[in-house]
């Protein structure tokens, strides 16, 4: 299936805007392989990675460290850079993404795309969580293009979030648009925020669910959608 780049929904007041369809990181590299090159526009406009930047050497020094030590001097740099990816789904627009794909279909089995890598970050200590989520639904006359969920999924991910508001966000979207019979969404996570800090719970993994239509109101619906995401 061809797949297309996706939207960005963003306001001029923005100050990490980027032009409607422009990539806002481009991946040329990973680690650090990527600090020969120059900053490149429309991975973050200057303010946005000034701003972000000049904030990351306030943290250093907060918590004891040297900017201007050698193994920290492009640290803010990498950082601005690595927020502006990890944040990119504020800027795109998930149902816009969605309706680019609906076809007319009389299908109207349930459609299930399961372990959909997901990595984001708890909006109430910055820290990563990550795991798998299932996405299915039944259509009613129109089906989507199956990378979108996976790409609806992503988008709601690239945000500071909670567990429990990213799977209902991700049932929603799925429904505003294609009006389905029904929607289930489940997401299964580690939050590091659980296991580096805190309680300190190495192997405890959260699990969410959010449904609508037949998979509330129908227990062999629900049943196959829970047993089909074990398999």
């Known amino acids: 299936m061809k797949q297309e780049k996706t939207a960005s929904a963003t306001s ?39 701003a972000l930047s ?20 492009k640290t803010p740099e990498r950082v601005a850079r690595s927020l502006a990816f990890l944040t990119r789904g504020y ?46 639904y039944i259509p009613d006359g129109k089906i989507v293009g199956l990378s979108k969920l996976a790409r609806v999924v992503e988008v709601f991910a690239r945000r500071l979030q909670v567990q429990e508001r990213l799977t209902q966000q991700i049932r929603d979207a799925i ?21 580096m800090r805190g309680v300190e719970k190495l192997n405890s993994v959260t699990t969410t669910s959010a449904m609508s239509g037949q998979f509330i109101t129908s227990e062999s619906t629900r049943g196959e959608f829970l047993r089909l995401i074990r398999q």
């Not at 000049?54 to 001097?73: F, K, N, Q, W, Y």
């Not at 429904?175 to 296991?195: R, S, T, Y």
């Open 54 to 73: 000049a904030s990351v050497s306030t943290m250093l020094e907060s918590v004891g460290e040297d900017p201007m030590r050698e193994g920290l001097l």
């Open 175 to 195: 429904q505003d648009v294609l009006n389905p019979k029904g929607v289930g969404v489940v997401i299964e996570a580690k939050h590091m925020c659980m296991v």
């Open 91 to 136: 800027r795109q627009d998930p149902e816009e993404m969605l309706k680019k794909a609906v076809f007319t279909e009389s299908y109207d089995e349930m459609v299930l795309v399961r372990d959909i890598d997901i990595f984001s970050m708890c909006e109430h200590h910055m820290l990563p969580f990550f795991g798998k989520a299932h996405v299915a």
């Open 12 to 50: 001029e007041n923005n100050p990490m805007h980027t032009p409607i369809n422009t990539p806002l990181f481009t991946g040329r590299g990973t680690c650090c392989d990527d600090d020969e090159y120059p900053l490149d526009p429309q991975e973050l406009c200057p303010e946005a990675h000034a």
